[in-house]
C-alpha cells in the first residue's frame, strides 16, 4: 500500500513538474520576445542632444538595466505561481485515474458487483473506465460460472463416490458372502470406477477447452469427421440408428486435439440423445469466408426455451436420460468452450419434430497469426 500511495504522489510530483516548466519556458519566452527590441531600441538610441531645437521632450522611458531587473524580478515570481499551476493541473488530470484506483481497489476486494461508472465526458481515460468496467463483468461472470461448475462437479463426483462406498460396505457386512458375491461387488465397483474416470476425463477435457488455444494448425473437418464416424458406426447400427454424412472440404484452424473433441462430442451427443430408427445428419462446406460444420438429429421435443440451458455444465434435461449412465452434462459444454476458444460462431436451434441442429462456423484457411 505505501509503495502505490508513494509512486502516485511521485506521479503526481513529475507531472507538477512538467507542467510548470512548460508555463516557466512559456513565461521566459515572452520576457525574451518583449525584451529583445526593447534591448535594440536602447543600443541605437543615439548618445548626443538633437539636431533640431523643434523636437518636444519626452518622458525619461525604461532603462536598459530597469528592463533587465524587471524581467528577472518577474521570472523569479514566475516560478511559484508555475510550480501551482502545473500541481493544480496535475491533480486535476489525476483525479479520474484516482477514483478509478480506488473503485478498482474496491472491486479487488471482492465487490466485482461495483462498477466504475465514469459517464461523461468521453476521453481517454473515460475509455479506459469503459475498458476496466468490460472486464470486471467478464470476471464477475467467469467466477459466478466457476463457483456454479466446482458446485455441480462434487455434486457428480460424490455420487458415484457414495454409491462405491455403500456398495463395499453391504459386501463386507454380509456375513455369507461368498466368491460370487464379492465378486459381483467388485465387478460394479469397477463399473463405478470407470464411470468417474469418464467424468473426470470429460472434467479435463471441459478445463482444457475453457484455457484456450494454444497450437494453431490448418486442418480439414471433413477428414476429422470421417474418423469420428468411422469409429462410431458400430455403435450407431447396434442403437437403430443412421448416420448420413455430406462432406465437403473445409479447411478451418486451430488446435486438432480440441477441434477433434468438438466434433466427437456433437456425433456422440446426437447418438445418445436420439430413438431408435432415428438418423444424424453431418455436413461440412464452405461458404465464403467461413467453414461450417452441422450435426443435425432426431431425438426427444426439446423446447425452444431450454437449449441455449444445455450448453452450460452439468444441464440435462432429465425427461429424456432414461437413467443413462453414459450423460454427463459435459458434452455440449465442451463444444460451446471449445466454440469460444477458437472465436468460432455457434447457433443451435430445437427442431419442430424432435431433436437439435447444430452448427459451428470457423474462419476459413490458416490463422491470421501464422505464415
Known sequence: MTTRRLARRSLHKRLALAYAAGIYAAGVFVLVLVDIPLASIQATRPNG?????TVTATGPGISLPQLLAGSAVA???LMPIALALGWYVAGRFLHPLRAITATAKIISAGNLHRRLDLGEPTDELTELGHTLDDLFARLEASFDAQRHFVANASHELRTPLAGLRTLLEVALADPDADTDTLRSACQEALALGAH????????LTLATSERGVTRWDTLDLAHIVEGLLASRRDQATETGIDLAEHLAPAVAAGDPKLIESLVANLIDNAIRHNHPDGHVQITTQTSGTQVALTVTNTGPVIPGDQVQRLFQ?????ASHRHGRRDGYGLGLAIVNAVTHAHHATLTASARPEGGLSITVRFAHGSHPDLP
Open 49 to 53: 542632444p538633437p539636431p533640431s531645437t
Open 75 to 77: 521570472l523569479v515570481v
Open 196 to 203: 468417474q474416470e469418464r467424468l473426470v476425463h470429460a472434467l
Open 313 to 317: 455444465p452439468f444441464q440435462k434435461l
